[in-house]
């Protein structure tokens, strides 16, 4: 060997060190930036350089673990997932640091990540297997903090298998390219009255806020207020109040996730201001949704004292116009696991949101559960393909959920504003919903009990249903199957409206719109209170199936006798008879007809409190305007299966 030829080797052998050093500086510096977007779920970001590190050590199965939960994270590229997963569990192991630039072993959650892979892909089987390999890993005196979340999985892929096979029906209509600007159009939002839509355009790390307005029955072209709330590009739109003046926006303040409002006025948005401190805590809020009537707020949070995860809470405004002290909706409605997007239909008596912890496909389903006085029946799945294997939630339901909008990927990292129609309910059938607003031309004072729409049938006169207007928006809603109505809107000291009105079999809507305003009686003046006379009581052949109650039964509060029975509310009895009544006959009521079929009596009933007390102020309210004496409380109860 030359002496040339030793001196190359030696300097060579001096700088390969040096070389690799830098090397591995590099894939260092690479990793760590990485690891900082993945700790942000900045999944975008992070996933092209977890695949260069990939290139340079193809055999490490964390970065192979790293990348598949990128892909898991980012729409339209969940299905790339799978193959990294595989091979990142084939060298996963439970004492593996995956935060370490040196591991070369995934953790044993690669194996949860791959079985969430399968499920997403409609791999049921697959995913079962590999989430009960991953529970046989587990070692018993260490056992992973989401054992129960993988027991959900598994109970989610067993129901998955079962909700495909039994779809339910639903048209929806997209919106269009007016309305759907961006590539990902999301978060709809709908006033009550349905003449204001907000929507959130999402354009990468940051969020656009788009207002529309619906003039004549036409949606107008969107307006990016983003910089009218205060530059909010880290903003979602959350909810809107009755008549879209003020807007409810969630806030990802530096990840600690914040509930603001804007009001509309001068045809501007104001900036975004904070709740008070009992909505936002110190801890995560990611959603808030307003009724109706402006008065009640439901909201997610992760604030200690929950049931686990986001849970849904609920305020209500005070007298002084503040956001009083929060309430857990409780474990009818929150799981261990989170609960989210909460919305309360119209007619305030159904909850829409989206679980992780109830009974469905995995991951976020849709859920709706009914309101029974002051609390809840269990939620029920929307159903697949409205709720699938993947994250579904911000369903906003409109008409009292016959309707509702929600944003769907119609093709790859695109999100389109849908409006989505339910098919007929096994409650409502195939009737169609008259509802809307009534005003008074001379005031702007509550409704009471003087107020109410009539639905009568147009050849035998028979009043079919009553509808007391919301004392605050006045508004009202009525079921009714296909025939032939008279509808009369009536006050006391005010002008009634009749209008004559027809619901076909293949009705072109599900609801009919009629709002209208009463305008004062100027020959009307206070009379001394009548006495209701139930010696002259008008009967009808049947009662409206939409408000006769079936399934409750009722008991004198008197009666002790119900040990084995399940109290939900008091109420308080107007009258019993076999034979059912005209519901015109019930002033300053607001009118249950229930029935059962061991005593054969119709029993009308009117109002659900919580107390006897709040019963018998009810009672005596009713006797003072006129009904007899001997009105007496009902306590209703379903029996015990």
């Known amino acids: 060997m030359t002496v040339m030829r030793i001196l190359q080797i030696i300097i060579l052998a001096f700088f390969i060190p040096f070389t690799i050093s830098g090397q591995n500086d590099e894939m260092r510096g690479i990793f760590v930036k990485a690891e900082s977007h993945y700790l942000f779920g900045e999944f975008e970001l992070a996933n092209p350089l977890y695949l260069i590190l990939n290139d340079q050590m193809p055999g490490n199965a964390n970065i192979k673990y790293k990348i598949g939960n990128c892909y898991l994270n980012i729409p339209g590229e969940k299905i790339k997932a799978t193959e990294f997963l595989e091979e990142a569990v084939k060298n996963a192991s439970y004492e593996a640091n995956a935060e370490s630039f040196k591991e070369t072993r995934a953790p044993l959650d690669a194996y949860f990540s791959l079985a969430t892979a399968y499920r997403i892909n409609d791999e049921f089987e697959k995913a079962l297997e590999t989430y009960t390999r991953l529970k046989t890993l587990m070692p018993e005196s260490g056992k992973l903090e989401n054992s129960d979340f993988i027991n959900q999985?598994?109970?989610?892929c067993v129901d998955a298998l079962s909700m495909i096979d039994v779809p339910v029906v639903f048209t929806s209509e997209d919106l269009g390219s007016l309305i759907n600007v961006g590539s990902v159009n999301s978060c709809p939002v709908i006033s009550?009255?349905?003449?204001?839509?907000?929507?959130?355009?999402?354009?990468?790390?940051?969020?656009?806020?788009?207002?529309?307005?619906?003039?004549?029955g036409a949606w107008q072209e969107p307006v990016d207020i983003t910089e009218q709330l205060g530059g909010a590009k880290d903003c979602s739109s959350s909810s809107l109040n009755y008549n879209g003046t003020r807007l409810y926006l969630y806030k990802n303040d530096g990840y600690n996730g914040n509930i603001y409002c804007s009001d509309f006025s001068d045809e501007k948005w104001s900036k975004i201001k904070k709740l008070n401190k009992n909505i936002n805590t110190k801890f995560y809020e990611s959603h808030a949704s307003i009724s109706t009537d402006g008065k009640t707020l439901y909201f997610t949070s992760n604030r200690e004292g929950g049931e686990g995860g986001l849970d849904i809470y609920v305020s209500v405004l005070d007298s002084k116009g503040k956001w009083g002290k929060a309430k857990n909706l409780g474990i009818v409605i929150n799981t261990p696991f989170n609960e989210d997007t909460p919305f309360i239909t119209g007619d305030f008596t159904t909850l829409y949101f989206s679980s992780e912890g109830h009974a469905g496909m995995g991951g976020y389903d849709l859920f709706r559960a009914e309101k029974q006085g002051e609390s809840w029946k269990s939620p029920s799945n929307l159903g697949y393909p409205l709720s699938t294997s993947d994250n579904d939630s911000f369903f906003h339901p409109f008409n009292?959920?016959?309707n509702g909008y929600y944003s769907v990927y119609t093709g790859y990292k695109e999100k389109n504003i849908q409006y989505i129609t339910m098919g007929a309910s096994a409650d409502q059938g195939g009737m169609t919903e008259i509802k809307g607003i009534v005003t008074l031309s001379d005031t702007i004072i509550e409704f009471n009990d003087n107020f109410r729409v009539l639905l009568a049938d147009r050849n035998t006169g028979y009043t079919l249903d009553v509808s007391f207007p919301n004392k605050s928006t006045g508004f009202y809603h009525l079921l009714a199957d296909p025939g032939q109505y008279v509808l009369t809107w009536e006050g006391l000291g005010y002008i009634s409206i009749i209008k004559e009105i027809e619901i076909y079999e293949n009705h072109p809507s599900p609801f009919e719109t009629l709002d209208v305003t009463l305008e004062p009686d100027p020959d009307w003046a206070p009379e001394n209170i009548e006495k209701i006379d139930y010696s002259n009581v008008p009967m009808v052949d049947e009662v409206n199936s939409s408000i006769l109650v079936t399934d409750l039964v009722l008991r004198d509060?008197?009666?002790?006798?119900?040990?084995?029975?399940?109290?939900?509310?008091?109420t308080v009895q107007l009258m019993a008879l076999h034979n059912p009544v005209d519901l015109s006959f019930f002033r300053h009521a607001e009118v249950t007809v229930m029935y059962n079929d061991a005593d054969q009596f119709y029993k009308y009933t009117t109002g659900k409190y919580m107390t006897k007390e709040e019963a018998y102020n009810r009672r005596d309210e009713l006797i003072s305007l006129g009904y007899p004496d001997d009105l007496f409380i009902q306590t209703v109860f379903r029996e015990n299966k």
């Open 153 to 156: 999985q598994i109970n989610s």
């Open 192 to 216: 009550g009255d349905g003449n204001t839509l907000v929507f959130t355009e999402e354009r990468g790390l940051e969020n656009s806020i788009f207002f529309v307005r619906k003039l004549g």
């Open 400 to 402: 009292n959920g016959q």
């Open 557 to 570: 509060v008197r009666d002790s006798d119900s040990t084995n029975k399940d109290v939900l509310y008091y």
